[in-house]
């Protein structure tokens, strides 16, 4: 049996941090796992420029505990009215990392993302021309579409002939939920990579639905059947170097979560990688852990791996109910729950 495990020191490929006293409460947790992640640009108003990505970069640097090394990777959130140059300057001058396609309405703070993708032809042709990374947000919005389809849908309608019109475009499928999202990426060429949170490795729909509505289990895209569950396991815990680690930690106030309309987000940062390494000991894939949380990411973006070392033990660890949130509390994945494995170093 492991009982402890020293791997080369991972990243987050997709995270949300928001911005002021949330912001600088939750930064601390992502920064003592992770030496990099690539931060959203979903924030009210989005980071729409260069110049936006610039400015949030500093705040969140300002917000790292002295000590700690942590480099936050920016994007841009892609609109109708993007400026192809815009986003080339600062990918070249390395303010941007990648560029986020959010369907407008598919997801928190999304309302201003783009409504066709015919309207940013433009854009993706540079960035592919460029090799500047395209992160998607996976699902279309049209409301004749089952909420549990859109995924599906989404490859389908979207990625299939994007793909095919641009094969030169990297393409990060983020957050994947689904068995048909895992066959495309198995089926598509090396410009295209995707990213699993933990809850989706952890949780299928009845852990929002069963037994009353559970707002701390509800994110977007919604957790799936377990057929779905099963598929993100296998694929994340395979030898595929396609796939890699991109929590979607997205901290909501528990009094946003628990209301009549409730946000849409789970906030797992603070136990990221006793989640994620919990399933690969459970599949029997302990020695894969360090290719999905630490290799895959970065050669997939074309970036340095980490030099540095984290290492996790055999211990039961206590998630607490709540944490710190800045203006309020909030309630992390796994609240209340037991892990057995706990972050050394």
Partial sequence: MVESLTIRRPDDWHLHFRDGATMRAVVPQTARQFARAIVMPNLSPPVTTSALAAAYRQRILDAVPEGMAFTPLMTAYLTDNSDAEDLAAGFADGVLTAAKLYPAGATTNSDHGVTDIGRIAGVLEKMAEIGMPLCVHGEVTHADIDIFDREAVFIDRILVPLVERLPDLKVIFEHITTRQAV???????????????????????????????????????????????????????????????????????????????????????????????????????????????????????????????????????????????????????????????????
């Fill in 183 to 345: 066959e495309f990426v198995d089926g598509s060429g090396a410009n295209i990579g995707a990213t699993i949170t933990p809850q989706h490795l952890h949780i299928n729909r009845n852990a929002m639905l069963v037994g009353g509505i559970r707002p701390h289990m509800y994110c977007l895209p919604v957790a799936k059947r377990e057929e779905h569950r099963l598929a993100l396991r296998k694929a994340a815990t395979g030898e595929s170097t396609r796939y890699f680690l991109g929590t979607d930690s997205a901290p909501h106030h528990r009094h946003a979560k628990e209301s009549d309309c409730g946000c849409a987000g789970i906030f797992n940062a603070p136990f990221a990688l006793e989640s994620y390494l919990a399933v690969f000991e459970e599949e029997g894939a302990i020695d894969r852990f360090e290719a999905f949380a630490s290799e895959n990411g970065p050669r997939f973006y074309g970036l340095p791996l980490n030099e540095g070392t984290v290492t996790l033990e055999k211990v039961s660890v206590s998630v607490p109910a709540t944490v710190d949130g800045g203006e309020a509390e909030i309630v992390p994945f796994h609240a209340s729950e037991t892990l057995s494995w706990r972050l050394a170093s």
